[in-house]
């Protein structure tokens, strides 16, 4: 059973590195070309998430809870590559 876990938690691993590395090139493709349509195309995605993040204050704690995901093409691509090289694994 803890076989089936590990798997779980290095896929989820697997694809947020495959997003972040996916984002951190459109970042960088975006700013080579700027004012173009290669940066709209890999910079601009949508950011789903709470915002402002949710309060609950107890008045003796305060805590809020909060995130905010950004995605765009370029980690959507990164997502799809990370998942062909888990499927190689």
Not at 19 to 40: F, N, S, Y
Not at 48 to 61: D, E, F, H, Y
Request: no cysteine; hydrophobic share 55%.
């Amino acid at each position: 059973m803890a076989k089936r876990s590990d798997s779980m938690i290095m896929l989820l691993v697997i694809l947020i590195l495959g997003a972040l590395i996916g984002t951190v090139i459109g970042e960088v493709i975006a700013a080579m070309v700027p004012g173009g349509t290669l940066e709209k195309i890999f910079s601009t995605g949508i950011n789903p998430g709470l915002s402002p993040p949710a309060t609950l204050n107890l008045k003796v704690l305060s805590v809020s809870f909060g995130f905010t995901v950004k995605i765009n093409l370029s980690s959507l691509l990164g997502i799809g590559l990370a998942l062909l090289l888990y499927r190689k694994l």
